[in-house]
């Protein structure tokens, strides 16, 4: 692995109606990196998120309509390649991920080629309950298994990509429901890539209304289960040929 001080770093945040939260998280992540890049990229949402983002001083990337996450950070890693960065980290836009802890993320790129900010590793008190945490506790074995190593947080939006990693997501980044956290996770250790965690504690939302419902919940154990099974039986795609591109 590169040594972590010789990178150029890109922190990008997909953002859908974030316009409460989106200013005070940029204008964090700038306080505490601020060698690094700050990409928003605003995922068709309908109020002032890209004006609040531009404001606190972010590049703003805006997407005519809604991709979902997987959208957008895929919209950020081909961003990243084409300015030259070299790392993306992933931070919400609602405050939930710390951006005190990005650097701990950055520096465990040292061993991997992604880390995932991990919830349920002995940090913070971040709790989950009903069928999204079943989910989340299958989920992790199973992705354990095929990573040959401990995660028990894979539905993780919280992660750093090093050089590797980000050209090939840059290639494939799955764009489908969960395929920003489980799909990409699979795709990357199938590719060849290292995978490892690091316990991180998450914050309440500073502000507005969160997309989980009951109904949503119960419908993620099937959704997350199927998001998997794409996973699985897609073609594997590898570092030589995201580098040839």
Not at 26 to 48: C, I, Y
């Amino acid at each position: 692995m590169a040594e972590v001080a010789t990178r150029r770093v890109l922190i990008v945040l997909p953002a859908l109606n974030e316009e409460q939260n989106v200013a005070a998280v940029v204008t964090h992540v700038r306080e505490t990196l601020p060698e690094a890049g700050v990409l928003v990229v605003d995922d068709g949402s309908s109020d002032a998120t890209s004006l609040r983002a531009r404001e606190a001083g972010a590049t703003v990337a805006r997407l005519a309509v809604n991709l979902g996450v997987g959208g957008a950070m895929r919209t950020g890693y081909r961003y990243a390649v084409a300015n030259g960065y070299d790392v993306v980290v992933q931070v919400d836009a609602d405050g939930q991920h710390d951006p005190d802890q990005v650097r701990e993320l950055i520096d465990g790129l040292d061993s991997a080629d992604v880390v995932i900010g991990a919830r349920f590793a002995g940090r913070g008190d971040y709790k989950a309950g009903g069928p999204r945490r079943w989910a989340m506790v299958v989920l992790a074995f199973v992705i354990s298994r095929l990573a040959r190593t401990k995660l028990t947080d894979v539905t993780s939006g919280f992660k750093a990509a090093g050089p590797r990693a980000v050209k090939m997501f840059a290639q494939y980044y799955p764009a489908e429901y969960l395929g920003d956290t489980i799909e990409s996770l699979v795709l990357a250790i199938r590719g060849g890539l290292v995978v490892r965690q690091i316990p991180v504690a998450m914050r309440e939302r500073s502000g507005g209304t969160p997309s989980q419902t009951p109904i949503r919940a119960a419908v993620y154990l099937a959704r997350a289960g199927l998001a998997l099974l794409l996973a699985l039986v897609r073609r594997r795609p590898s570092v030589e040929s995201a580098d040839a591109a």
